[in-house]
């Protein structure tokens, strides 16, 4: 059982707030080729610049899946899909890890939203985790932007 932790959800708020003037894509082409350094600081700055960069791209959906340990990202817009580059496996699971923490998500397969406040405010974001047979996923729904 994972246990909520507000500490992980201040990061992530932080890291977003930390990274909100810089270029999303470059950095996360270089987190997602980088050697691994503090695994906990590695996933929580590609998640926070994965939903920055859908957030500034006026995104629908961020989607994070693993099958059979193959990992994908990809940003919907518009029905667009555009992909990612995806982190490792480690980074993935530990994703997933600090997202089921932070919204307290005990099941295989659940739902919630995530709010975060940003410095031009604050926004809702849903969130669905599921978890099945060597696959696993991350969807990240956003509000309508316009």
Not at 20 to 36: C, D, G, P, S, V
Not at 43 to 53: E, N, R, V
Not at 96 to 103: A, G, N, Q, W
Not at 132 to 137: R, S, V, Y
């Amino acid at each position: 059982m994972e246990i909520h932790d507000p500490n992980l959800h201040l990061k992530l708020i932080e890291m977003c707030d930390c990274y909100l003037e810089t270029n999303f894509k470059t950095q996360i082409q270089k987190m997602a080729t980088a050697a691994i350094g503090d695994i906990d600081e590695d996933s929580c700055k590609y998640l926070a610049l994965t939903i920055m960069y859908a957030l500034t791209e006026k995104a629908q959906k961020l989607t994070y899946k693993s099958k059979k340990g193959q990992v994908t990202v990809t940003i919907k817009e518009d029905g667009d899909k555009t992909s990612v580059k995806a982190p490792s496996a480690e980074v993935f699971n530990r994703i997933i890890s600090i997202m089921r923490t932070i919204l307290h998500l005990e099941e295989d397969n659940a739902s919630m939203p995530l709010s975060l406040g940003l410095r031009s405010g604050q926004v809702d974001i849903q969130v669905k985790v599921e978890r099945g047979d060597n696959k696993e996923a991350l969807r990240f729904k956003f509000p309508d932007l316009g």
